[in-house]
């Protein structure tokens, strides 16, 4: 058994844990370089003809230990831009909010109440439009479990450049359980897996896609929220899988 598989995939995991937790992933994304090593080390030693065994716990290793990596960047990314938001925008939002509330009256705990309640397919969050496509059946993923495609359409209507995944929480349910993200040896058609992780600058445009793995052929239940918007509004739509 490869040595250097096993110490890959450890690693990976370890860096996965470690990469949900602002300023310990920092460790996350130095073991996530070095698992990345072992595990390419590990599937050359395991190819076709070599002398180890092991090369799908080199390949686990390898993904796992990319995600590690990629969940640090991004984690990283979300927490300084809520830390930049709530430090620069905390008082204007109060001044504003007691503005509003003494002009409304009334009306604002109902445009609240609107606000925070779920909008079917396409809606606002807060300063993004968020459309959702479609959701169809897709190709198997890397373990051959059956996934969902979802396809997302979103503008950035805020000030700054926005990444998908940072600015929005996408999610997919089956029977009630949040479902896992898939991941995929051989893409599917249309998709790609770099683009929620693409900046898109104000004003623009995106189409997202994000694959899900199935539980069963029951009816697919997509929420989207936006990641710093309180409010509680969300758009969301149930599909029946064919």
Do not use: C
């Amino acid at each position: 058994m490869s040595a250097a598989a096993i110490t890959g995939l450890v690693l990976g995991i370890i860096g996965i844990i470690f990469s949900f937790i602002p300023i310990i992933n920092n460790v996350a994304f130095i073991l996530g370089v070095i698992g990345l090593v072992f595990g390419i080390v590990g599937m050359v030693a395991t190819k076709r003809y070599g002398k180890r065994r092991g090369r799908g716990l080199a390949i686990a290793a390898v993904i796992l230990t990319i995600l590690a990596m990629v969940i640090t960047l991004v984690m990283q990314q979300a927490t300084g831009k809520a830390l930049d938001d709530a430090l620069g925008t905390s008082s204007t939002t109060s001044q504003s909010a007691s503005s509003d509330a003494k002009k409304s009256g009334g009306e604002s705990s109902s445009s609240a109440a609107a606000a925070s309640g779920a909008q079917d397919t396409e809606g606002d969050l807060d300063k993004l439009h968020v459309k959702i496509v479609s959701a169809a059946k897709s190709g198997a993923d890397y373990n051959g479990q059956p996934t969902v495609l979802v396809t997302y359409e979103w503008t950035n209507n805020t000030d700054k450049n926005q990444v998908f995944s940072v600015a929005t929480s996408a999610k997919a349910f089956q029977n009630g359980k949040e479902l896992d993200l898939a991941i995929y040896t051989e893409a599917p058609a249309g998709y790609d897996s770099n683009a929620s992780l693409q900046e898109v600058q104000p004003g623009a445009t995106q189409q997202v896609s994000v694959g899900y793995v199935l539980q069963d052929d029951s009816p697919v239940d997509v929420e989207v929220s936006g990641t710093f918007d309180f409010s509680g509004a969300k758009v969301s739509h149930t599909y029946q899988l064919q």
